[in-house]
């Protein structure tokens, strides 16, 4: 019942920036985490960023120092801000979190996905 929309994707040259959303309208109990996906073709999806509740986060490696997340719990949005972007950042990217609508109802909703494109 809970959806998440993305915005933000685009096409940008290297070395630039872009900033995702994606936001689950409505109220909710609590945002235990929310993270961004990604998916290359030929390649498996993997997990970019991911941000606990408490505001605890992680990065895969390829992406370290180059993207923040962040959160806004209020607006049940998060946001990835993607700096120094490489042609191998190009993907659809998909957020998905991890929320609790009423106590007791727990689950993971996903975005729809958002295509991000790094090319000269």
């Known amino acids: 019942q809970v959806q998440l929309v993305e915005s933000g994707g685009g096409l940008v040259q290297p070395g630039g920036s872009l900033r995702l959303s994606c936001a689950a309208p409505g109220s909710i109990f609590s945002i235990n985490a929310m993270g961004w996906y990604r998916r290359a073709p030929g390649k498996q999806r993997e997990l970019v960023a991911a941000i606990t509740g408490g505001g605890s986060t992680n990065y895969a490696d390829s992406v370290k120092g180059r993207f923040t997340i962040s959160k806004d719990n209020a607006k049940i949005t998060v946001y990835l801000q993607m700096n120094s972007l490489k042609p191998e950042d190009t993907a659809v990217y998909y957020c998905?979190?991890?929320?609790?609508?009423?106590?007791?109802?727990?689950?993971?909703?996903w975005g729809q996905g958002t295509q991000v494109t790094v090319s000269s």
């Open positions: 998905n979190a991890d929320l609790s609508v009423i106590l007791g109802t727990r689950r993971l909703y």
